[in-house]
């Protein structure tokens, strides 16, 4: 079964970094042919676009409340995304999940599928 793993969460001060990363596994999936997105879902709170990235990486989209500070990549040839988050606050609390999209750099929920597990991201202050 084609799944999309997350990892890279953890709990980190306000200011800090971390590097998200996304990696199919399972059968044969090429994530070359398909555009990612990431997206969080703080506690009691809906799940909300973060970014997305193209399928060669040329063009990205973020959300207005991480741009400036989250950088999304991909490498394709190890099949896997990344998110890079500096200088994250406190709201940046959530679990972070990937995705794929045969559109372009959505910015929609509803547009992604392929779901993974999600990985926890904890800043204090």
Known sequence: QVQLVESGGGL?????SLRLSCAAS?????????????FRQA??????????????????????SVKGRFTISRDNAKNTVYLQMNSLKPEDTAVYYCARTT???????????????????????
């Not at 399972?26 to 990431?38: D, E, L, P, V």
């Not at 559109?103 to 202050?125: A, C, I, M, N, P």
């Open 12 to 16: 980190v001060q306000a200011g800090g």
């Open 43 to 64: 506690a009691g709170k809906v799940r909300e676009f973060v970014g997305a990235i193209s399928r060669t990486g040329g063009t990205t989209n973020y959300a207005d």
């Open 103 to 125: 559109g372009t750099v959505r910015d929609k929920l509803f547009e992604y599928g392929g779901w993974g597990q999600g990985t926890q991201v904890t800043v204090s202050s």
């Open 26 to 38: 399972g059968r044969a999936f090429t994530i070359s042919t398909y555009a990612m997105g990431w």
